[in-house]
């Protein structure tokens, strides 16, 4: 596309728009109502979309004010802590924002998200320790607990029931020792989540900002397979078996990222409608194995990097 007509397509005034203040009490709502209702959790962590809009629409101040409105609606209606969690989760993702508006692109904002959010998660690991693995931990343990155990009881097989038990009792043993590779990959997949609805978002109503195959190129350098085997000898170590579990499900996922993008770039050239191509991701995404098979894709395109056979052949001079 031209650069006069990007500038153009970018500077486009958004129709219907409700402005930086109605983005601001829509993404307090969405933040608050989880506080309210805990099972609405989604929503409070896309509750950065609307300001990511507001970034991108209307400039940095009117969306740090936006910002600094919610959190303050917050911290009046329901208290302080809130407010300040909600801001906490809000304004690393404006990086997003403030990446794409710079020229830098997406997938530079979710990168500088991510290591921020991630700083803050380690943070609170290192000094409220405690505090993050009874969270992480709260609902392994009301499932393990007699009263949820006997409801289940009332209206389930025995043998579904000590099925159950059993399964429930290895995830808790193994989130006793992952969880902060949990926070740390939670954090992501709330970067992910956000990136992906703006990137809708644009797609529909302004596609000059979006750079064409940013996303199906990502491939992570090779010295992340040196880590991925060096963690997994560590894992002999009983010593430092707990860390490297961790640093292991960390790299895994990064690898899954990977073999994501290779699916969507093979997904993105068939030819077939939008609509087709995106039940092909579903379907990708849905399959009970699918965190295996797009990690060993991830991990096996450092070395054959499998989207090359897509590319058209070079023209001969």
Same mark, same amino acid.
């Given at each position: 596309m031209p650069e006069s007509l990007t500038a153009r397509v970018r500077e486009r005034p958004e129709p219907r728009?409700?402005? $930086?203040? @109605?983005?601001?009490?829509?993404?307090?709502?969405?933040? @608050? +109502? #989880?506080?309210?209702?805990?099972?609405?959790?989604?929503?409070?962590?896309? +509750?950065?979309?609307?300001?990511?809009?507001?970034?991108?629409?209307? @400039?940095?101040?009117?969306?740090?004010?936006?910002?600094?409105?919610?959190?303050?609606?917050?911290?009046?209606?329901?208290?302080? @802590?809130?407010?300040?969690?909600?801001?906490?989760?809000? $304004?690393p993702l404006l990086l997003v924002g403030e990446s794409m508006a710079r020229g830098?692109?997406?997938?530079?904002?979710?990168?500088? $998200?991510?290591?921020?959010? +991630?700083?803050?998660?380690?943070? #609170?690991?290192?000094?409220?320790?405690?505090?993050?693995?009874?969270?992480?931990?709260?609902s392994l343990e009301h499932s393990r607990s007699p009263e949820f155990l006997e409801g289940m009881r009332a209206s389930v097989p025995p043998e579904q029931v000590d099925a159950f038990v059993e399964q429930a009792a290895t995830a808790y043993e193994a989130m006793l020792v992952v969880y902060p590779a949990v926070y740390i990959i939670g954090v992501a997949i709330v970067v992910l989540l956000n990136a992906s609805l703006l990137r809708l978002y644009l797609r529909r109503r302004d596609p000059g900002w979006l750079d064409a195959g940013e996303f199906e190129g990502v491939r992570w350098p090779f010295v992340l397979a040196v880590a991925f085997v060096a963690l997994g000898l560590a894992v002999l170590s009983p010593l430092l078996r707990p860390a490297a579990y961790n640093g292991l499900l960390i790299v895994a996922f990064f690898f899954g990222l990977q073999g994501l993008a290779v699916v969507c770039f093979y997904a993105q050239r068939l030819a077939a409608p939008p609509l087709l191509r995106a039940a092909v991701l579903v379907l990708v995404l849905i399959n009970p194995w699918a965190p295996q098979i797009l990690a060993l894709i991830g991990l096996f395109d450092i070395w054959f990097d499998f989207r090359k056979w897509a590319e058209p052949p070079e023209a001969r001079a």
């Open positions: 728009t409700g402005g $930086a203040l @109605g983005a601001a009490l829509f993404s307090a709502l969405m933040f @608050g +109502a #989880f506080l309210r209702l805990p099972l609405l959790l989604p929503f409070a962590l896309l +509750a950065p979309f609307p300001l990511l809009v507001v970034r991108l629409r209307h @400039g940095v101040v009117p969306a740090v004010l936006a910002t600094l409105s919610a959190a303050a609606l917050l911290g009046s209606l329901v208290g302080g @802590g809130p407010g300040v969690r909600y801001l906490m989760l809000v $304004a830098r692109g997406m997938l530079r904002g979710c990168g500088w $998200a991510f290591a921020v959010l +991630a700083l803050l998660v380690s943070t #609170f690991l290192l000094f409220a320790n405690d505090e993050m693995r009874a969270l992480a931990l709260a």
